[in-house]
């Protein structure tokens, strides 16, 4: 996606955070030519800041490689600040791009870049987390059941102590009455009522830390997180199915010296063939019974209208936030189909005034937009 170049004559924009003159003037503004118009509850035009990489990382779509262009940097800093102010109220974002592009997976690089930099970044420790949160009285998790185990020994179990420091005790409900203890090194053997099992990848370290470091976002990495799955953050593919949006995803390189690395091998989605762990799970929107989104869960990034329409509403992903990336050359029946999602979506969703006020200066030609759970 090759956004026009700024002219070096055009004022600096102010980088206060403040919506643009097309989103302050009327209550609805056009997403493409023609008289569709979608409700400002949702979308306002809001620039990043651009951020000047310190290293030698550079981007490539088209001809030779170049330094990483400031759409790229504002979608991976939508996805890295997205994931890093993640809260108990579930949010729906959009961003709207002027053409169709891999834009999706960079902002979901964004989102798994944070991932790599948070302690504890992994499936495993995400768990373990849970179950040691079961400790305080204001916790509502459902009780535990004890995969290995057949018959009343298999559950539920209830918080019933600490045994020592990242050891807990948890106590059959009913006779036998047994008490077991779990830590980090067994928490996969126990799942919460009514979800499935942690499914922990398996495979080789990451071999990409050099350009994770160099990517113009985030903070210094946990190395341990290259070499453990995560499922925090999903990728809903394209409605033509997984191969076409790896094709998208594979147009977009990034190089670090004599290394190259396309954007779909630095996702390390899930079910990846090149043997390493996966950080990244993927959804495949055409078919509509995928369950790829599990518990451990926390952002699905939709690539295009048809896959946000189609996982925005589904229930295993009612408490997940869900960002929608979609560009304005859509036909005219699917624009009037995404306002018709979005008007029904203000019933029970207001604008995100924190968020939206937090973002910096706008990228030409990019609008996002933001709504919070009532």
């Known amino acids: 996606m090759a956004l026009p170049r700024e002219r070096r004559t055009r004022r600096k924009r102010q980088s206060n955070g403040r919506k643009s003159n097309g989103a302050r003037f009327g209550m609805r503004r056009a997403l493409a030519s023609g008289q569709l118009r979608l409700d400002l509850i949702f979308f306002?035009?809001?620039t990043m800041t651009a951020v000047t990489a310190s290293s030698s990382l550079m981007f490539q779509e088209e001809g030779d490689p170049i330094h990483i262009p400031k759409w790229v940097r504002?979608?991976?800093?939508f996805g890295y600040e997205w994931m890093s102010t993640a809260g108990s109220q579930r949010r729906i974002g959009l961003v709207c791009l002027p053409c169709d592009s891999a834009g999706a997976g960079l902002v979901t690089l964004g989102a798994s870049r944070y991932r790599l930099e948070t302690k504890g970044g992994s499936d495993v420790l995400t768990h373990?987390?849970?179950?040691r949160a079961?400790?305080?009285?204001s916790d509502k998790s459902p009780p535990l059941f004890y995969t290995k185990a057949r018959g009343p020994r298999r559950g539920p179990y209830v918080f019933d102590g600490f045994y020592e420091n990242e050891m807990l005790w948890f106590r059959l409900i009913r006779p036998p009455y047994d008490?077991?203890?779990i830590t980090l090194s067994n928490a996969t053997d126990w799942k919460f009522e009514g979800e499935t099992p942690v499914q922990v990848a398996l495979g080789d370290r990451l071999p990409f830390e050099d350009m994770y470091s160099q990517l113009p976002i985030g903070n210094g990495l946990e190395i341990e997180n290259l070499a453990e799955s995560d499922s925090a953050v999903c990728l809903s593919g394209r409605i033509a199915g997984r191969s076409s949006t790896l094709r998208v995803l594979g147009s977009l390189c990034f190089h670090a010296e004599s290394r190259?690395?396309?954007l779909d091998e630095l996702l390390a989605l899930q079910g990846a063939s090149d043997g390493h762990v996966s950080r990244v799970l993927f959804h495949n929107s055409r078919r509509s019974e995928d369950a790829s989104v599990t518990s451990q869960t926390r952002l699905v990034v939709a690539d295009g209208h048809d896959a946000f329409k189609r996982i925005v509403d589904k229930p295993q992903v009612r408490d997940f936030d869900v960002i929608g990336v979609i560009h304005r050359i859509l036909d005219p029946e699917k624009l009037e189909d995404l306002s018709t999602t979005l008007e029904n979506l203000g019933q029970w969703y207001a604008t995100d005034e924190h968020w939206m006020s937090a973002l910096p200066e706008p990228v030409?030609?990019?609008?996002?937009?933001c709504v919070k759970r009532r």
């Open 134 to 137: 079961c400790s305080t009285p």
């Open 179 to 181: 008490r077991k203890v």
């Open 364 to 369: 030409r030609g990019i609008s996002v937009g």
């Open 260 to 262: 190259v690395a396309r």
């Open 74 to 77: 504002y979608l991976l800093s």
């Open 128 to 131: 373990f987390d849970r179950i």
């Open 44 to 46: 306002g035009e809001y």
